[in-house]
């Protein structure tokens, strides 16, 4: 069939589609290209003076696009919706765990920081105080704040009232009491400018500071060991150390950092010392053995009524 005259522009265009046609490969369906091609072809001596490009030839299209249907689409969005369930849990657990623990290893360099600072002028903190009782918490404040930047000062009150004091749990779950955390006319109670709160006070057993640290403030879940601690303020061979209060367990077998309930303590209450030796926060996805809870934070712990690592 020969190309129309009446356009040279079209007639060229006709041409090098012709000449091609033998080249294309359309999964088989040379024989649409030629129907493509008779219907231009008649388009064009019905309306002479159309332009007929190769961009306007192959616009021309026989066949519907493929298209999923209803039924397909709900499907795909119901897998994708069982995989988000079961993935998105996960990822959210494994993002707070990790900001848990960047909160805590921020807390303790800045405590450690200061405590190496202070006994340059003022010797290890069982030396800060030779009262020996309640009101050495705030001597503590006094030399440590020093060394710290501090936002606001409660003193011996509290930062909360009882209602807030009374939502801290345990590490099991278990809830600690209002008159156990930041309480007052015990502990001094301070935050540092990046919203932690610290209360510091005097402990007996340790002869020493014995602080209670919420990492994130009342963010939240203010659980023992997730972003509530505790956190002394010892020696070793004369050498600031900071490590935590499970002192009297050290040749028992009782771990002091695990989601079973203990009787007389805190169940969250040594966690600090296993981040401290550790660096992580495996203590929340299983139970730690005796032998290597004992392993790893034995140079952290003392022995009862001493006041000395060695």
Request: hydrophobic residues 35%; aromatic residues 12%.
């Amino acid at each position: 069939m020969p190309p129309p005259q009446q356009d040279n522009d079209v007639t060229r265009d006709y041409r090098i589609v012709k000449l091609r046609l033998p080249k294309i490969k359309m999964s088989g369906r040379q024989a649409d290209v030629h129907e493509i091609l008779k219907r231009v072809q008649d388009d064009i001596n019905i309306f002479p003076k159309r332009t007929c490009s190769l961009i306007n030839l192959f616009s021309y299209s026989l066949h519907k696009k493929a298209a999923f249907t209803l039924a397909e689409v709900l499907i795909t969005l119901g897998i994708i919706g069982v995989v988000a369930a079961m993935t998105i849990p996960v990822l959210i657990s494994k993002y707070q765990e990790r900001v848990w623990l960047t909160s805590f290893k921020k807390t303790y360099s800045i405590l450690y920081q200061a405590y190496l600072r202070a006994p340059q002028d003022y010797g290890t903190a069982n030396t800060w105080c030779a009262e020996g009782n309640t009101d050495c918490a705030k001597t503590y404040f006094d030399i440590l704040s020093q060394y710290l930047k501090t936002a606001q000062i409660w003193g011996f009150n509290s930062p909360f009232d009882n209602s807030i004091r009374g939502k801290y749990r345990d590490l099991d779950g278990s809830t600690m009491g209002h008159v156990n955390v930041f309480p007052d006319n015990k502990y001094y109670n301070f935050a540092l400018n990046d919203g932690t709160l610290i209360g510091i006070s005097y402990s007996g057993d340790l002869n020493a500071p014995l602080l209670q640290v919420d990492t994130n403030g009342l963010k939240g879940p203010n659980q023992l060991g997730k972003d509530f601690f505790y956190i002394s303020l010892i020696r070793r061979n004369d050498n600031p150390v900071i490590g935590g209060y499970s002192l009297w367990w050290l040749g028992s077998d009782k771990v002091y950092c695990t989601n079973a309930q203990h009787s007389g303590w805190w169940s969250g209450g040594g966690c600090s010392l296993w981040i401290i030796s550790t660096g992580n926060m495996d203590y929340l996805h299983r139970n730690l053995t005796s032998d290597e809870w004992k392993k790893a934070v034995k140079s952290l712990l003392l022995d009862a009524y001493k006041d000395s690592l060695n």
